[in-house]
């Protein structure tokens, strides 16, 4: 269950932090038209409780046979608004637009620009995402103990909220 939740937390972790860093410097850097309705809803994001869609992303987990899966565990974990706001904002204190037009002048491209200017910039904010993200993805019970469902899979908190039943008898299965 140690190596299931290794999998699983640096597969959510590595995701969480692409993800998060190329949205935040999408939102920080461009200006498009639909930007701000985007960045709202990331907000919006915060405000709805993840139980809230376990419900339907399970289905749509069962529609795509991804059940006891690492995929079905780590896909819908990828996005975090929270790490994408994070990311926005260390990218807008970081970055200095005149850094990325001179770059742009040289010749670079967006890849080329993402890779070699603005990621060393904010090294130091993916290492503190990534420390949040692999913190909270390591104590994570919920969404695993719906996703994984036999034992070979289970995670290390799986594994440990049910040796409470071998000291001591859980409530459920008391009656």
């Known amino acids: 269950s140690l190596f299931n939740s290794l999998v ?6 590595l995701g969480v932090l692409i993800v998060a ?34 419900i339907p992303l399970f289905d749509l987990l069962v529609t795509y046979g991804m059940i006891d899966s690492y995929a079905g565990a780590i896909l819908p974990a990828l996005t975090h608004p929270v790490a994408v706001i994070f990311m926005k904002h260390n990218m807008e204190q970081a970055l200095v637009e005149d850094l990325l037009n001179s770059a742009r002048i040289d010749g670079a491209s967006e890849f080329q620009i993402f890779i070699r200017i603005v990621l060393p910039l904010v090294r130091t904010g993916i290492a503190a995402l990534a420390v949040l ?23 290390a908190t799986q594994f440990i909220s049910g040796l409470r039943g071998i000291f001591r008898p859980t409530p459920w299965v008391e009656v």
Not at 8 to 13: A, M, P, S, V
């Open 133 to 155: 993200m692999f913190i909270r993805r390591m104590n994570v019970l919920f969404w695993p103990l719906i996703v994984f469902r036999s034992p070979e899979m289970e995670v």
């Open 8 to 13: 699983f937390t640096i597969g959510t972790t």
């Open 21 to 54: 860093t190329t949205a935040g410097y999408s939102f920080a850097m461009f200006r498009y038209p639909g930007r701000q309705p985007l960045f709202y809803l990331t907000l919006v994001g915060l405000a709805i409780p993840f139980q809230l869609i376990a």
